[in-house]
């Protein structure tokens, strides 16, 4: 399996995961549900962003940082302006919730599993393929 590869199949299981608990219910009150969650999402960032980056070396681009992906994609067209904002955003809860730079809000959370929110990733991930199909790696 090559590297984008195992990252799109990180993406889809905890996807899935995230689906799991949506659908079977979840209290974030409850720390175990909590940690769970935070964790599901941030895997799931974390591989998307791992997954740009290598599909941005791929393509010979240069990626200084986390903060420069969603740019770069955007320069290369392989992202809307929508998008690039959606790529900025998921690296900035990813800093948050590695981090701890802010107190995570709960209710931010809840919004992203009750709109299933998160799916946005698994989704621009496959748009990604298709995008730059040439570039996945061989």
């Given at each position: 399996?090559?590297?984008?590869?195992?990252?799109?199949?990180?993406i889809?299981?905890?996807?899935?995961?995230?689906?799991?608990?949506?659908?079977?219910?979840?209290?974030?009150?409850?720390?175990?549900?909590?940690?769970?969650?935070?964790?599901a999402?941030?895997?799931?960032?974390?591989?998307?962003?791992d997954?740009?980056?290598?599909?941005?070396?791929?393509?010979?681009?240069?990626?200084?940082?986390?903060?420069?992906?969603?740019?770069?994609?955007?320069?290369?067209?392989?992202?809307?302006?929508?998008?690039?904002?959606?790529?900025?955003?998921?690296?900035?809860?990813?800093?948050?919730?590695?981090?701890?730079?802010a107190n995570?809000?709960?209710?931010?959370?809840?919004?992203?599993?009750?709109?299933?929110?998160?799916?946005?990733?698994?989704?621009?991930?496959?748009?990604?393929?298709?995008?730059?199909?040439?570039?996945?790696?061989?």
């Amino acid at each position: 399996m090559t590297v984008l590869d195992k990252l799109l199949s990180i993406i889809e299981d905890m996807t899935k995961k995230l689906d799991d608990f949506v659908e079977h219910g979840y209290d974030l009150s409850n720390w175990r549900d909590q940690l769970a969650l935070m964790h599901a999402l941030q895997v799931q960032a974390q591989a998307f962003i791992d997954l740009c980056q290598r599909l941005l070396s791929n393509m010979g681009i240069v990626v200084e940082g986390y903060s420069s992906i969603a740019r770069r994609l955007r320069e290369a067209d392989l992202v809307t302006s929508d998008e690039e904002s959606f790529v900025k955003s998921l690296v900035g809860f990813r800093n948050v919730v590695v981090h701890g730079y802010a107190n995570l809000d709960l209710n931010v959370i809840n919004e992203i599993l009750r709109s299933r929110s998160y799916r946005r990733v698994l989704e621009l991930t496959l748009a990604l393929r298709d995008r730059a199909r040439q570039y996945w790696d061989p």
